[in-house]
């Protein structure tokens, strides 16, 4: 089993910022992507930011500029910096990771409870 426990969600206004955390335990051999996935509320899940090998970053057009995904492949654990806040990024976040259990296993995709951002005044 894998476990993925995300923090550092809440309420802020427009403009500021929170941090997200996301760590990985449990039976895992080797990690290949972590990222943060989003719904709103209506909405379908779409993609935040992703980051694979702990090298090559992927963010949606509607974050670049004002998110920075990062990673501690040691803690086996990424994080969301997210500033300039809008009220659109409203949503629950979803912490995603893609990995191998064991040597020679296909990879598994595995995702958090999520965590409730509210941009809003």
């Known amino acids: 089993q894998v476990q993925l426990v995300e923090s550092g969600g809440g309420l802020v206004q427009p403009g500021g910022s929170l941090r997200l955390s996301c760590a990985a335990s449990g039976n895992i051999f080797t990690i290949y992507t972590m990222g943060w996935y989003r719904q709103a509320a209506g909405k379908e899940r779409e993609l935040v930011a992703t980051?694979?090998?702990?090298?090559?970053?992927n963010y949606a057009d509607s974050v670049k500029g004002r998110f920075t995904i990062s990673r501690d492949n040691a803690k086996s654990t990424v994080y969301l910096q997210m500033n300039s806040l809008k009220p659109e990024d409203t949503a629950d976040y979803y912490c995603y990771a893609r990995l191998r259990n064991q040597y020679m296993r296909p990879p598994v995709d595995y995702w958090g409870q999520g965590t409730q951002v509210t941009v809003s005044s």
């Open positions: 980051n694979t090998n702990g090298a090559s970053t």
